[in-house]
């Protein structure tokens, strides 16, 4: 279908409207995903559970970047005794 500068109609259910540059498709607002700051609580408990003085953090698909700063964050709201470390775009939680 060719779409016509100045044109507009209303063309099916599918696509509401069509005008110059631009198109009206119905959809449902998707629900904001929001941090996975229970992820990163996780890994805090499982860290503090065990008897490790010091492990390296492996969480793949995500930047080493988003692992600190969500372990720091994680670190700040539980109050624990523990410190994150970023070396060489490698993540360590240690005591």
Known sequence: MKYHQ???RTVTRELLVVADSFRL???PVPHKRG???ALYSDILDAFIASSEKSVLVELPGKQHLTITRGLRRAVSASGAD???AQSQGKVYLYR
């Open 25 to 27: 498709v119905p959809a």
């Open 35 to 37: 941090p996975r700051t």
């Open 82 to 84: 523990v410190r994150v």
């Open 6 to 8: 100045n044109d507009v």
